[in-house]
T-cell receptor, first 104, second 116 residues
Framework: KNEVEQSPQNLTAQEGEFITINCSYS?????LHWLQQHPGGGIVSLFM???GKKKHGRLIATINIQEKHSSLHITASHPRDSAVYIC??????FGTGTSLTVIP | DADVTQTPRNRITKTGKRIMLECSQT?????MYWYRQDPGLGLRLIYY???????NKGEISDGYSVSRQAQAKFSLSLESAIPNQTALYFC???????????????FGPGTRLTVL
């Protein structure tokens, strides 16, 4: 059983492209988290949200509670955005991640 | 200095050995977690602790035990390591008192464990 599903699993983009990563979940939430994991392995928190939309620089996260769906958008993608992006519900359920590669 | 540290960072051991992974934090957070990460499976929760006297099993606790020695320290033990426990292990902390209902997590750098 997968309480959190992400798509796509892998994504390759040209520098400058607009990127969308999707997350669907089947459990009740207090908060949904988007995490970034770089090739060295370290994990950092990008967003936490329980409703609406949040924006940090070129990154935007949205959530639709009724549809149990969240999206992470990256505008004007850059090679330094290359990483694995992980969706997590509360602290207990994690997606398998989306591996993003941005080509110069 | 890093707020959440893990030791060792890499460990190779043999089947049947007892292994302890240690996590320390300077963030003053009450909540601490242990996860393992396997290719294609994502992060899975092993144990979590909401304060020094509180220990809870996660999704995959079999074969593991933990000790919360102090607010700042949370150790994970493999009593008798087996090859399918080869994985990347992460410790994390959080505290809803400081981040509200969102309960932001802060992760350690990870420990790469190989069981031969």
């Amino acid at each position: 059983k997968n309480e959190v599903e992400q798509s796509p699993q892998n994504l390759t983009a040209q520098e400058g492209e607009f990127i969308t990563i999707n997350c669907s979940y089947s459990v009740g939430i207090s908060a949904l988290h988007w995490l970034q994991q770089h090739p060295g392995g370290g994990i950092v928190s990008l967003f936490m949200l329980s409703s609406g939309k949040k924006k940090h620089g070129r990154l935007i996260a949205t959530i639709n509670i009724q549809e149990k769906h969240s999206s992470l958008h990256i505008t004007a993608s850059h090679p330094r955005d290359s990483a694995v992006y992980i969706c997590a519900v509360n602290q207990f359920y994690f997606g398998t991640g989306t591996s993003l590669t941005v080509i110069p | 200095d890093a707020d959440v540290t893990q030791t060792p960072r890499n460990r190779i051991t043999k089947t049947g050995k007892r292994i302890m992974l240690e996590c320390s934090q300077t963030k003053g957070h009450d909540r601490m977690y242990w996860y393992r990460q396997d290719p294609g499976l994502g992060l899975r929760l092993i144990y979590y602790s909401f304060d020094v006297k509180d220990i809870n099993k996660g999704e995959i606790s079999d074969g593991y035990s933990v000790s919360r020695q102090a607010q700042a320290k949370f150790s994970l033990s493999l009593e008798s390591a087996i090859p399918n426990q080869t994985a990347l292990y992460f410790c994390a902390t959080s505290d809803p008192r400081t981040s509200g209902t969102y309960n932001e997590q802060f992760f350690g750098p990870g420990t790469r464990l190989t069981v031969l």
